[in-house]
């Protein structure tokens, strides 16, 4: 129930944010770097999350500022760079991390290592982090990482990214819909991860 509300509360403070900030303002700003502004977000999107940053506030401000297709695309792009650095570094201090309960899930759940991944990324409220080195910890195969974290961070991408792209107009139908979408999503992966802690332990 904790980690639901706190999902709430995380959801409701990117809207109230994103919300308050001066669309022309941003728009100006953005102006400046047109030239250059998916290579910044690919570039956020890249080392930002190495430092635990969250992934949703990275795919709700890319929507915000780029629109949907841009940011969607270059977020696509993002996540494979990052996962691909913070596997590497998970692999090299392997030591530091406790995968006990990951194994726990493969072995129970997902024997085979790109399954597992897809369940993860499906699963927003285990951390995109998380997964990531936990995948390097464990020294899955990298291709099948690779290509599963990618493909199973597109159906989240799309959902909070698609918030993003329609916040400026957050009276409109649009705006709701994309907001009751990304709860939803949400509260299918607190009741998945409740069944899975209750199998699991």
């Known amino acids: 129930m904790i980690r639901l509300i706190l999902f709430g509360v995380f959801m409701l403070c990117c809207v109230v944010i994103l919300c308050s900030i001066n669309q022309r303002d941003l728009i100006n700003l953005m102006g400046e770097f047109s030239k250059f502004d998916w290579v910044i977000y690919i570039g956020c999107w890249a080392i930002l999350p190495v430092f635990l940053f969250p992934a949703g506030i990275l795919a709700i401000g890319g929507g915000a500022i780029l629109g949907f297709w841009e940011a969607l695309i270059c977020a696509m792009i993002g996540v494979g760079i990052n996962s691909a650095i913070m596997y590497f570094i998970a692999r090299y201090f392997s030591g530091a991390f406790d995968t006990a309960k990951f194994e726990r899930i493969k072995n129970k759940f997902c024997k085979d290592e790109f399954s597992l991944i ?33 493909l199973g961070k597109f159906i989240s991408a799309v959902l909070f990214i ?32 409740k069944i899975l802690n209750r199998r699991v332990g």
């Open 162 to 193: 698609n918030l993003g792209s329609n916040i400026a107009n957050y009276k409109s139908y649009e705006f709701w819909l994309a907001l009751a979408l990304v709860v939803a999503m949400g509260l299918v992966a607190f009741w998945v991860r």
């Open 118 to 150: 897809i369940l993860l990324r499906l699963i927003p409220i285990v951390p995109y982090n998380v997964v990531n080195y936990m995948a390097g910890a464990l020294r899955f195969d990298f291709v099948k990482f690779i290509i599963a974290g990618v």
